[in-house]
């Protein structure tokens, strides 16, 4: 059987500042980076630069700029993030389909570095269990509103036209498209309050993570983080408490931390 790489799972739903947490953790030796440029700059990276480039308050174009893990490790040839596909692969079928994948993918794999993937769906393919997971919890209403603003401004560019308003789906963009599947890149809707209740009240990555009530428990070692923590003074504490969990090395100097998430939250303002 082959040995399974050691996947750090990112679950949350999208918008919910999983890629920001992330970023902060590909920071340190044990976490391989979506960036092979920065992968091969560590220990001698600027952080607050990359972070500069990989977070714009352009929101409109936040998702040609941020980090994409299915592209970066070529996963997208094996599993969906959002979708079922992958979902029922042995760890045979993972293994042979792992030829699809990255340079970077099969090297962090080689030197048993944490591999970040992001997750939004429920389901845990059995080819995850040499891995370890952190959950984004939205866990109160100042974290819901940010996350509603951040969903509405991020992944979606709204237009008025004469039936009603067209929302371009940013995640579906052309260029991000699988080859063989063919999601829609924008949608029509009769008003704004329409595709508000619909696409981001009523989505179902929203309804499960809104106190985790419909996340599903799985049986790798996980740690939660609550959203309103990432959004204040609390995340440094939870920040060391990841890598504390997971034996991974934080960014020696907490001031550090403290102005990559100030970057990150001033984006939003």
């Excluded at 919910?16 to 920065?38: K, T």
């Excluded at 560590?42 to 994409?68: C, H, M």
Aim: charged share 20%; glycine share 2%.
């Amino acid at each position: 059987m082959s040995v399974l790489p050691k996947f750090l799972i990112f679950r949350f739903a999208p918008g919910a500042a999983g890629n920001f947490v992330s970023s902060i953790l590909q920071c340190s030796p044990e976490v391989a980076h979506l960036d092979p440029d920065q992968q091969a700059d560590k220990p001698n990276n600027n952080w607050i630069a990359y972070f500069g480039t990989v977070f714009q308050n352009d929101l409109a174009r936040w998702t040609s700029y941020e980090p994409s893990s299915v592209y970066n490790w070529g996963t997208k040839n094996i599993f969906s993030q959002k979708f079922d596909r992958g979902n029922t692969l042995s760890i045979e079928e993972f293994a042979k389909l792992e030829d699809l994948c990255t340079t970077e993918y099969h090297s962090a794999k080689a030197q048993d570095l944490f591999i970040p993937i992001f997750w939004h769906k429920n389901y845990m393919p059995e080819y995850f269990i040499n891995s370890v997971s952190v959950t984004i919890d939205i866990d109160n209403k100042f974290a819901q509103r940010w996350f509603h603003r951040a969903r509405y401004n991020k992944h979606f560019n709204v237009s008025a036209n004469q039936d009603g308003v067209q929302a371009d789906i940013m995640e579906n963009r052309q260029h991000y498209q699988v080859p063989g599947f063919d999601n829609p890149t924008s949608i029509q809707y009769a008003n704004l309050f329409e595709f508000v209740r619909k696409e981001i009240i009523e989505d179902k990555f929203r309804l499960n993570f809104i106190n985790l009530q419909n996340v599903q428990s799985w049986s790798i070692p996980n740690i939660t983080i609550k959203l309103s923590e990432i959004l204040d003074t609390k995340f440094v504490n939870r920040y060391h408490d990841i890598c504390g969990k997971y034996n991974i090395t934080p960014i020696r100097d907490t001031f550090d931390v403290i102005q990559l998430q100030k970057h990150w939250l001033d984006c939003h303002a």
